[in-house]
């Protein structure tokens, strides 16, 4: 199978070089297909950034290539690679080099998962060089992918330098402590004095070289291999050491005391391009501004009245300052070091940078034209050491948008700050993206992809402050009243969502609407006042419908679904769920697809679909988890959870639950903390720890009631009455059951009472009252199936079965039986293995096992 090589050192110690020969010793093995990615200082923002590198390289495309004629040569590489999955991971790779697509591929991240992608046809080696520097984007790719060397001939080798700080290191701890069986872990260290002499030896065979220069060189080194070699090569150049014709040898031509020996690396590489001719010279530079890696069309359109460039890159290569790294579709250079990158390019003048990088940003704009999004990146780096403000904070605004399109939330985040810093100085007159538009996407990406409400308010004030229109002003207020309603502040959410509808009021009929009224929806829905829900909620589905508004309609669905569950309408919240989550795929709203999945997930488990249920909630984990959303996240967790005390399996709902409440507090959400703890209690009261319980509930309750969110209130009293009854305090169980029945309103759906007449029938059967156990049994039995909850039916089924079989009233015996019977039933359906034993005994006492 696969591997996993980590080899880590620092600047100029060999990790690159230890690679170059490994490549070079496999040339006569089997066909290996090699695939380098490699990751830049300028680039660390850049989403998705070495794969990308990798992904040109292993199609061979060159840069300037026609967007469909790249669409196509995928499409082909695709098929053959993994034509069984073929629909899956095509449209990821195409969004993900930004390649426009048909309708029927638009597609987020979520597609690409390890058993999606097969090496199996072509053993395959993956370099990624220079990892820290990758984008946290990459490295969270990566680390996913590591599993394919379980079962691909795929070995994966990473270069980086002992950064702990940097996620890099998260790729050496992971393949350590997950794939040891896999993993082999390089550190090179810098040589030691006798390895030193020993390379010096090797390089120059020069037995008279008088010790004490040898020592001088050898303590500059401090085992740095790539300082030796550039040093000797500095000595070459400068005719302070010659070879002798005849001999083959290399002899001292000054006196030792005239030949300087720079301090440093960059000091010997410094000294090296100071001897380069002029003409020569300058195309190293000019080279270095464009970055480590430059197309030689490129470079040649920048330096065109350089006569000879062929020359003068061949003398570079000669040299060993840059190599070649593509010949074909096109050439393509990189410096051999990134220390001699940076030593061409700090060799210029601060305005000759700036002149070259604006003859790169218009170069790359002229020659991309048709694929500027590919370029973004590039060219916000060029513009602003240009420093062309302008022209920077446009591209670096397009990035950040590009970044948060592929869910890359951090790199976002990075490009969306630097605008905002660059903009801030601008006159109004110059701004090509207002500041109000950048505020609001910062707060967009941390509320909906971080779950970091402090920052997204902040950012959501100021665009409400700098918002240039009523429409923008109501945007902002309704952003504000979010997270206030994510908080619990309800009363400050209703403020700022009916200061929304007051703006629009006079507007002819918006989008925007349709977005508060669904809040609004979702608002009362939080208070139980469902009524309310349903009016805008209605409103909101209208006005998307006249608009022809996806993501309204979207949104409209989504808690038009809510409130079907809350009424017991199961089917018809179904039917909401999938319309939403259909809708939110087709605008590639990833956030919301989260909580889609979420509510999908919920609602096929409460029918007992329990495959369809998990199959939504790990498509909402893998999503949640990629952009970073602990808010959303905690619901997938708890709604998991609650799908393993339906199936039996109370252990794994506790560590479920446990990660839901963790994930929880860290979003801030108040409703997702409060659910997450009850659900939590209900998993430890299932394992017996009732003290646990008892206070996860208190918590849940203290929360509801500071924040006012009393949906919760009827689920938290059945829970402490459940708990109460357990301990066998049944004044305390009747009391919360009173509280439930009274927070559930006037009239509480099926499914609710359903539960409640189980719960008193639970305090009968603890306190041995089989006669009155029975009768709220069997009322909370019609209940729960007239409500279509599967789980519930079987759990009371369950209760009654037992209930019959200890009352002993003539036919008993046949009515547990026919009970405990179809409970088995229910549950084998539901895959609910942990009822199965208990159920199993009580039949086999009964004498009715079949």
Not at 269 to 281: G, H, N, S, V, Y
Not at 781 to 802: D, F, I, K, Q, Y
Request: glycine share 6%.
């Amino acid at each position: 199978m696969g591997g996993i090589v980590t080899i880590v050192g620092e600047a100029g110690i060999g990790k690159s070089r230890l690679v170059a020969e490994v490549r070079v010793g496999a040339r006569h093995a089997s066909p290996l297909q090699w695939a380098e990615g490699r990751c830049l200082s300028y680039g660390t923002s850049t989403a998705y950034q070495f794969w990308l590198d990798m992904m040109r390289g292993l199609l061979r495309v060159r840069a300037d290539t026609a967007p469909a004629q790249v669409r196509d040569t995928l499409r082909e590489w695709v098929q053959a690679l993994c034509p069984q999955h073929f629909e899956m991971v095509y449209p990821y790779l195409a969004q993900l080099m930004s390649l426009p697509l048909e309708v029927e591929h638009e597609v987020s991240l979520r597609d690409l998962e390890g058993e999606n992608i097969k090496a199996a046809t072509f053993r395959a080696v993956e370099t990624r060089e220079d990892l820290h520097w990758a984008d946290p984007t990459s490295i969270d790719l990566l680390e996913r992918l590591l599993a394919l060397t379980d079962r691909t001939p795929l070995l994966f080798i990473c270069l980086f330098r002992p950064q702990r700080e940097h996620g890099c290191w998260r790729i050496k701890e992971s393949a350590a402590r997950l794939y040891a069986h896999r993993h082999t872990d390089l550190w090179l260290e810098p040589l030691t004095t006798s390895e030193s002499e020993t390379l010096v030896s090797n390089l120059l065979r020069m037995e008279s070289l008088v010790k004490s220069f040898k020592q001088r060189v050898l303590r500059h080194a401090e085992g740095n291999p790539f300082y030796l070699e550039e040093l000797i090569r500095s000595l070459i150049d400068s005719g302070a050491i010659v070879c002798d014709e005849v001999s083959g040898s290399w002899q001292l031509a000054q006196d030792l005391d005239q030949i300087p020996v720079p301090e440093t690396l960059v000091g010997v590489l410094l000294a090296r391009i100071d001897r380069l001719p002029e003409d020569t010279k300058r195309v190293l530079r000019t080279a270095s501004v464009i970055g480590r890696i430059f197309p030689y069309r490129l470079l040649e359109a920048i330096a065109g009245e350089e006569r000879q460039l062929d020359a003068h890159l061949l003398r570079l290569q000669r040299e060993q300052m840059i190599r070649e790294r593509a010949r074909l579709p096109e050439s393509e250079y990189i410096f051999k070091h990134h220390l001699t990158h940076e030593a061409a390019y700090n060799g210029l003048l601060k305005k000759e940078r700036r002149v070259l990088h604006r003859q790169v940003a218009e170069t790359l704009e002229g020659l991309f034209s048709d694929r500027i999004q590919e370029q973004l990146e590039l060219l916000a780096h060029h513009w602003e050491q240009a420093e062309e403000l302008e022209k920077a904070v446009n591209y670096l605004f397009q990035a950040g948008e590009r970044a948060r399109r592929l869910g890359a939330s951090l790199e976002a985040i990075d490009f969306y700050q630097s605008a905002l810093q660059k903009a801030t100085g601008l006159s109004p007159s110059q701004h090509t993206v207002g500041l109000d538009r950048i505020h609001e996407c910062l707060g967009h990406v941390y509320l909906g992809n971080l779950s970091r409400q402090d920052e997204a308010l902040h950012h959501y004030e100021c665009f409400l402050r700098l918002a240039r229109s009523d429409e923008d002003g109501a945007r902002a207020a309704r952003k504000v009243a979010t997270v206030h309603l994510l908080r619990g502040e309800l009363a400050e959410a209703q403020e700022y969502y009916e200061a929304a509808l007051a703006r629009l009021n006079d507007l002819p009929l918006l989008a925007e609407t349709s977005r508060v009224y669904y809040y609004l929806a979702y608002l009362f829905v939080s208070r139980n006042q469902l009524d309310e829900a349903v009016r805008h909620a209605s409103a909101s589905l209208e006005v998307s419908r006249q608009l022809n508004d996806s993501k309204g309609l979207a949104d409209a669905h989504r808690v038009m679904g809510i409130i079907a569950v809350h009424r017991d309408e199961l089917e018809v919240a179904c039917e909401h769920h999938e319309r939403s989550l259909q809708l939110y795929r087709q605008v590639g709203d990833l956030p919301r697809m989260v909580a889609a999945c979420n509510n999908l997930g919920d609602t096929y488990r409460l029918l007992g679909q329990m495959d369809r249920a998990l199959e939504r909630l790990n498509e909402g984990l893998e999503i949640a988890r990629r952009i970073g959303d602990t808010r959303d996240e905690a619901s997938l967790l708890q709604t998991t959870a609650e799908l393993l005390l339906d199936q039996g399996q109370w252990r794994m709902a506790v560590e479920h639950s446990k990660r839901a409440v963790s994930a929880a507090e860290e979003s801030g959400v108040a409703s997702r903390i409060i659910d997450s703890h009850r659900v939590l209690a209900a998993a430890c009261e299932a394992v017996g720890r009732l003290e646990d319980a008892r206070c996860h509930l208190e918590i849940a309750e203290t929360l509801m009631r500071d924040t006012q969110q009393f949906r919760f209130a009827p689920a938290i009293h059945l829970g402490l009455a459940q708990v109460s009854a357990t301990q066998g305090d049944f004044g305390e169980a009747r009391k919360c059951l009173e509280q439930a029945l009274e927070a559930a309103g006037s009239e509480p759906p099926d499914a609710f009472l359903g539960l409640v007449h189980r719960c008193h029938g639970y305090v009968h059967s603890r306190g041995k009252n089989w006669k009155d156990a029975v009768v709220h049994l069997e009322r909370s039995l019609t209940l729960l199936e007239s409500a279509n909850v599967p789980a519930e039916v079987g759990r009371t089924r369950l209760s009654l079965g037992t209930a019959y079989a200890n009352r002993g009233q003539e036919g008993d015996r046949g009515r547990a039986c026919e009970q405990l019977l179809t409970a088995l039933s229910i549950f084998q359906k539901m895959g609910a293995q942990g009822y199965v034993p208990q159920l199993e005994m009580q039949l086999e006492e009964l004498g009715c096992l079949p």
